[in-house]
């Protein structure tokens, strides 16, 4: 039954912070304004439910063209291109505050996989790209959970090492939490990611996930 009120959910979550979250919208608009770049939005490309393509709203926290510069989708530990705002704000994950528009207007849920740029999506094995979008992108989701802590997981690998890591490692295992959401996609469900990611924020080596979905893909060795 939530499966078919899922859309309801993220309607009225969604209309809800907005209205909740316009002073700090408008806060930070107005600091992005006068710093940086002084840009505030940027619209990219990514992959969404049934493997459709749209773009996603976010808060702008990189310089300009950053994809092709350093490690390109790839963001590090001290990333040299993300500008001093962008950079509590990416901590924060405010920069992600926007998305709560692509979710109002249905192409987004507030729980599900992220939406990945098709060079990112290109790096989940073939049978894991077939059916990962079978449930729309989210706002957060329990990849974003389990990798809270990615930008340390990846710090002092060469890009020519990182592009291993996520093709052989990072993917491969967030693409199986994926298909665990679906498998166990339900309200409770929902409530448990949506409160655990505002909880890793503050606790990112939390074991909370793991005790809480006592049956997740076995964790691999690099997150031990």
């Known amino acids: 039954m939530y499966r078919i009120n899922k859309r309801a959910f993220d309607f009225l979550a969604s209309l809800s912070a907005l209205l909740i979250l316009s002073p700090l919208f408008c806060a930070i608009i107005v600091i992005l304004l006068f710093t940086g770049e002084h840009q505030v939005f940027f619209l990219q490309r990514r992959v969404g439910h049934r493997n459709r393509r749209f773009h996603v709203l976010k808060f702008v926290t990189m310089v300009k063209n950053s994809p092709n510069i350093g490690t390109g989708i790839i963001t590090v530990r001290n990333d040299p291109r993300v500008l001093p705002v962008g950079r509590f704000l990416r901590k924060t994950k405010l920069n992600e505050l926007p998305q709560i528009v692509n979710v109002l207007v249905g ?41 809270r802590d990615e930008e340390n997981i990846i710090h002092g690998r060469t890009p020519e090492e990182l592009r291993t890591f996520y093709s052989e490692k990072i993917m491969p295992y967030k693409g199986a939490l994926e ?10 469900t929902d409530m448990k990611i949506i409160f655990l990611t505002a909880w890793v924020i503050f606790f990112p080596k939390s074991e909370l996930p793991y005790k809480w979905f006592k049956n997740l893909p076995e964790r691999p060795e690099f997150l031990k």
Do not use: H
């Open 107 to 147: 192409q987004m849920s507030v729980v599900g996989p992220r939406p990945l740029a098709e060079s990112g999506f290109e790096k989940y094995p073939a049978d894991i790209q077939a059916c990962i979008y079978n449930v729309k992108p989210g706002l957060t989701g329990i990849g974003s959970v389990i990798f």
């Open 179 to 188: 298909l665990w959401y679906q498998e166990n996609l339900s309200f409770a």
